[in-house]
């Protein structure tokens, strides 16, 4: 019996154990094989000093996209390596998107890059990370 999930029901799982996506207030827009597009508004309390969002919220907003991304082929996948270059400062209001997309998929390893967008169009930040990926597979209780 195959009790594999779809990478709608994968996403859906993370989700629903994940309290930090959950306070970013994170909704998810689309998911496919290698691919999640989220999207979060910023808030008064995700700011820093310079009242501008927190290097940390934008990382962990790219952060959530590609596990979302790495996970929905069906193995569980776990972070190895990631990067973030910060383009553009983030305002209270921003409404980021989060577009993570596969550069390439193997059997213990995938490379992924994130975009992270103000609205549909400026680009804020890019993300790159490598998972590894583990035997155990995500099935359905």
Avoid: C
């Avoid at 999207?39 to 919220?57: D, L, W, Y």
């Avoid at 790219?62 to 776990?78: E, I």
């Avoid at 553009?88 to 390893?109: C, F, Q, S, T």
């Amino acid at each position: 019996m195959n009790n594999q999930m779809s990478p709608a029901a994968i996403v859906e799982r993370m989700i629903e154990f994940d309290a930090f996506s959950q306070w970013l207030g994170i909704e998810v827009l689309e998911t496919g094989l290698g691919y999640s597009k989220i999207q979060m508004t910023v808030r008064p309390e995700m700011v820093n000093g310079f009242r501008i969002a927190h290097g940390g919220i934008t990382f962990s907003f790219a952060d959530s996209a590609f596990a979302f991304a790495s996970n929905s082929r069906g193995k569980h996948a776990v972070s190895v390596d990631t990067s973030i270059n910060h383009l553009a400062a983030v305002k209270i209001g921003d409404i980021l998107i989060a577009e993570a997309e596969e550069l390439d998929v193997g059997r213990r390893l995938a490379h992924y890059q994130v975009t992270v967008y103000r609205g549909e169009g400026e680009k804020v930040a890019l993300f790159k990370g490598m998972v590894y990926r583990k035997d155990q597979l995500w099935e359905a209780d």
